[in-house]
Structures are given as structure tokens and as C-alpha cells.
């Protein structure tokens, strides 16, 4: 089993910068990849970003070159910085993990509220 915790979420206005962070526990050793996922209501999740354990990244082409996804591997730990804020971000955000057995774990998920 995997656990998942986000914090960092908050409300800010356009153009702001918020920070996400999920700290990972249990059997955090059997993740290969990590990734955020947003969702808002009445709406399908979607997969924002998504970092391998060897670094290679991916992005939704709406948060390329404002958001960066990084993770400490020694500390169990993966990031969201996100600049440039759009009201269109707004969103709960979703950590989410796949281990070496393709199980994927979630974590409670955090709000971000970007207001114009």
C-alpha cells in the first residue's frame, strides 16, 4: 500500500504562483512513476503532469512552460510549482502514484482557486 498526502493549495489571483507538494509513505520504494491530476466538478480528471523516477516528464499542453513537476526520491516527495495562474486552473488537484505491479494509489486531493 501506498499513501498519498498533497498540501500547498490555496486561493490566489491571476498570474500567482503556488507550490504542491504529496509526501508519499508505505511502500513508496515500488513507484515508478508520479503524476498530479485536476478535476473539477461535473468534469473527467485529467493528468496535468506525470514525472518518472528517473526524471523524464510529461505535461497537458495548457500547463507547458508555467508549471514544473520535480520529486525528491531520497524524501518520498514530488512537487508542483505552478506560475503564471490562470482561472482556468482552477481545480482540485490529485497526487497520484503507480507502483512496479501497475497498482495505482491517490491521494485526498487538494483545492486551488485562481480568481481574476
Known amino acids: 500500500q501506498v499513501q498519498l498526502v498533497e498540501s500547498g493549495g490555496g486561493s490566489v489571483q491571476t498570474g500567482g504562483s503556488l507550490r504542491l507538494t504529496c509526501a508519499a509513505s508505505g511502500s513508496s520504494f515500488s513507484i515508478n512513476l508520479m503524476g498530479w491530476y485536476r478535476q473539477e466538478p461535473g468534469k473527467q480528471r485529467e493528468l496535468v503532469a506525470a514525472?518518472?523516477?528517473?526524471?523524464?516528464?510529461n505535461y497537458t499542453d495548457s500547463v507547458k512552460g508555467r508549471f514544473t513537476i520535480s520529486r525528491n526520491n531520497g524524501e518520498n516527495t514530488m512537487y508542483l510549482q505552478m506560475n503564471s495562474l490562470k482561472p482556468e486552473d482552477t481545480a482540485g488537484y490529485y497526487c497520484a502514484a503507480r507502483t512496479v505491479g501497475g497498482r495505482y494509489f491517490w491521494g485526498q486531493g487538494t483545492q486551488v482557486t485562481v480568481s481574476s
Open positions: 514525472i518518472t523516477t528517473g526524471g523524464g516528464t
